[in-house]
């Protein structure tokens, strides 16, 4: 049993035990001749395998004790080589970057965070998952060619947004540009914070929810970023998909419009909207559609339920 953590003597005792339960002490100082009898046998009643009555636990109850023993220990010893990774990946970010690193940091503002993100995924494109409560956050162009090329290089990246956000008509149209692209976005009903994760092994957070401009903080501990991460995959499996989301009131009536009117003027007319208007939102559900006719949009609108 020393697989098991078990000294010869406190073997011996035990399997001792085993076959002459409750014995008297003098009979096993007789028996064994074993000069530290007091000390085993104290030890074998803190692991758990002998009573005060000199009675020895049954053998399939002393094996899973020992085992669940072996265990623990293991498991401490992992977590003390856990900090050995620390280590190495606080050095090696100073490698890179020619400064001193902590496993948590305050980064001043949003484009120093900015400025970071894109060092690690330009040295690393795998993987980025972003939690934020609108997927635009200005008014620039769509077109962001570095973050592109990152995609097209393999970057695996995901952004997660507050359902809030639709109520702004440019928002969805901006993710589902970056949708196509290959930068999936979905839609959470769920509280939102800004959170981002580099490679499930750099996370930043707001270093104060209540003051926009306080900065973040830079994560680099493997336990709080893994158990981040956790947070994300499982906010993502419960968010939708954007082809999932509700019509809102106006594309209903304009999806109805469209199926009810054989003109696009008779329609805009009905709707009190302009045909220009009105055929913009017609080539927005198309899009969402995946339609190419607006024959085949009725279709596949009738298909969800939408008609």
């Given at each position: 049993m020393s697989s098991l953590g078990l000294s010869a003597d406190q073997e011996s005792l035990y399997r001792y035990l085993l076959r002459k339960p409750r014995p008297d002490i003098g009979t096993v100082h007789a028996d064994l001749a074993m000069p530290r009898l007091s000390t085993v046998l104290a030890e074998l009643r803190e692991l758990g395998l002998v009573d005060h009555a000199l009675t020895a636990v049954p053998p399939a109850v002393a094996v899973d004790l020992l085992v669940r023993r072996c265990l623990d220990r293991t498991r401490r010893q992992?977590?003390?080589?856990?900090?050995?990774?620390?280590?190495?990946?606080?050095?090696?970010?100073?490698?890179?970057?020619?400064?001193?690193?902590?496993?948590?940091?305050?980064?001043?503002d949003g484009p120093a965070v900015t400025r970071r993100l894109r060092a690690l995924l330009a040295d690393n494109p795998g993987e980025f998952m972003h939690l934020k409560v609108q997927p635009r956050n200005d008014v620039s162009d769509f077109e962001d060619k570095p973050f592109a090329s990152l995609l097209a290089a393999g970057l695996r990246s995901?952004?997660?947004?507050?359902?809030?956000?639709?109520?702004?008509?440019?928002?969805?149209?901006?993710?589902?540009?970056?949708?196509?692209?290959?930068?999936?976005?979905?839609?959470?009903?769920?509280?939102?914070?800004?959170?981002?994760?580099?490679?499930?092994?750099?996370?930043?957070?707001?270093?104060?929810?209540?003051?926009?401009?306080?900065?973040?903080?830079?994560?680099r501990q493997p336990g709080l970023v893994a158990m981040l991460a956790d947070v994300f995959d499982g906010m993502w499996t419960r968010a939708?998909?954007?082809?999932?989301?509700?019509?809102?009131?106006?594309?209903?009536?304009?999806?109805?419009?469209?199926?009810?009117?054989?003109?696009?003027?008779?329609?805009?007319?009905?709707?009190?909207?302009?045909?220009?208007?009105?055929?913009?939102h017609v080539a927005d559900l198309m899009a969402r559609l995946g339609a190419a006719t607006r024959f085949q949009a009725a279709l596949r609108a009738k298909e969800r339920g939408w008609l």
């Open positions: 992992f977590t003390e080589l856990s900090l050995a990774w620390d280590v190495l990946t606080e050095l090696s970010e100073e490698h890179r970057s020619g400064r001193p690193v902590q496993m948590v940091e305050h980064v001043p995901r952004t997660l947004f507050s359902a809030d956000a639709l109520t702004d008509p440019h928002q969805e149209p901006y993710a589902r540009y970056w949708h196509g692209l290959g930068h999936l976005h979905r839609v959470t009903t769920e509280p939102t914070r800004h959170l981002a994760i580099v490679n499930r092994s750099v996370a930043y957070v707001q270093a104060d929810p209540a003051q926009p401009n306080a900065g973040g903080l830079q994560v939708r998909d954007l082809d999932d989301l509700p019509l809102s009131p106006l594309e209903q009536q304009v999806l109805h419009a469209l199926t009810e009117h054989h003109t696009d003027e008779t329609a805009a007319r009905a709707l009190h909207i302009s045909v220009r208007k009105f055929r913009a």
